[in-house]
């Protein structure tokens, strides 16, 4: 079991940048490829960006590619997620989570936080 806290959301302005922090605690870290998804009002939640165990390997959501950038950092058990150039579009929870594979996934995710609030003026 892993437990999953996000922050770092709040309000901004088009063309801002936020960065979003996930501590995790429970199980071990290190080994847990980590993910951040996100969700507006009235659709589902969609995937954004994963990194696998060690760092070496990231995927992203072609809607943020070139504007987003997920990193971790193992020893204090936390993923980040920067986000630059913000748009209206991506106002939503951001969430992490933790999939239990060492490598980049999509989907399969078991973990997860509770969620932190991005709002986007335009």
């Known amino acids: 079991q892993v437990q999953l806290v996000e922050s770092g959301g709040g309000l901004v302005q088009t063309g801002d940048s936020l960065r979003l922090s996930c501590a995790a605690s429970g199980r071990i870290f290190s080994r847990y490829a980590m993910g951040w998804f996100r969700q507006a009002p009235g659709k589902e939640r969609e995937f954004v960006s994963t990194?696998?165990?060690?760092?070496?390997?990231?995927d992203y959501a072609d809607s943020v590619k070139g504007r987003f950038t997920i990193s971790r950092d193992n020893a204090k058990a936390t993923v980040y997620l920067q986000m630059n150039s913000l748009k209206p579009e991506d106002t939503a929870v951001y969430y992490c989570a933790a999939a239990r594979t060492a490598f980049t996934t999509r989907s399969a995710y078991d973990y997860w936080g509770q969620g932190t609030q991005v709002t986007v003026s335009s």
């Open positions: 990194i696998s165990w060690n760092g070496d390997n990231t």
